[in-house]
C-alpha cells in the first residue's frame, strides 16, 4: 500500500512538474527547470517500484506508455497516478496480511476450509487477526497443539466466538 502510495505522488509530480509547457503561456526557462525538476521524480517512481510492487509488473504498462505519452503528453501521468492510487484499497481490503503465520495457517486462508466470496474477500482477514492477538499474548495452545492442525482448531474458534 505505501508503495503504491508513494508510486502515485511520484506520478503526480511528474504530470504537475511537466505540465509547464510553452504551449500552456510558459516561458522556456521554467519548462526547462521544471522538466530537470522532474527527473527526480522518475528516479523516486523507480526506486519505490523495484522495492515494492517490482514483484508484479504489467506488461500492458510497458506496451502503451510511448503512445500514451506521445499522444496525452504530462496528463498520461494522471492516469498512472489513478492506477496507483487504486491499488492501495485494493491491497487492504483483498490481498490478507499473512506475516507472522505458518505455512499451514496461510494454506488455510487460500483452501476449501478459509474464507469464501466476495463479503468475505472485502473484510480484514479474521484468522490471520485472530492469530497475531494470540501470539501476541503469548498462548501459543489456543492455536492448538500439532502445527499441522493449528489452522484447523484455529478455525473452529473463530467460528465458536462468532456465535
Known amino acids: ?29 521554467l ?12 528516479f523516486t517512481y523507480m526506486f519505490i517500484f523495484g522495492a515494492t510492487a517490482n514483484c508484479i509488473p504489467c506488461f500492458v504498462i510497458v506496451m502503451i ?4 505519452l506521445n499522444n496525452l503528453k504530462w496528463k498520461g501521468y494522471l492516469i498512472f497516478m489513478c492506477t496507483n492510487f487504486a491499488f492501495i484499497p485494493l491491497v487492504y481490503f483483498c490481498y490478507p496480511e499473512t506475516s507472522n503465520l505458518t505455512l499451514e495457517e496461510v494454506d488455510h486462508l487460500f483452501t476449501a ?3 469464501h466470496g466476495i463479503k468475505e474477500l472485502t473484510a480484514p482477514s479474521q484468522p490471520v487477526q485472530e492469530s497475531f492477538k494470540a501470539h501476541s499474548l ?17 478455525v473452529d474458534e473463530i467460528k465458536d466466538n462468532k456465535s
Open 138 to 154: 503469548g498462548d501459543d495452545e489456543k492455536l492448538g497443539g500439532s502445527s499441522g492442525d493449528r489452522a484447523a482448531e484455529h
Open 31 to 42: 519548462q526547462k527547470a521544471t522538466s530537470s525538476a522532474s527527473v527526480a521524480f522518475f
Open 113 to 115: 476450509g478459509g474464507r
Open 65 to 68: 506508455t510511448p503512445t500514451l
Open 1 to 29: 500500500m505505501w508503495g503504491s502510495g508513494g508510486l502515485a505522488i511520484s506520478m503526480m509530480l511528474i504530470a504537475v512538474l511537466l505540465s509547464f509547457t510553452t504551449d500552456r503561456g510558459y516561458s522556456e526557462t
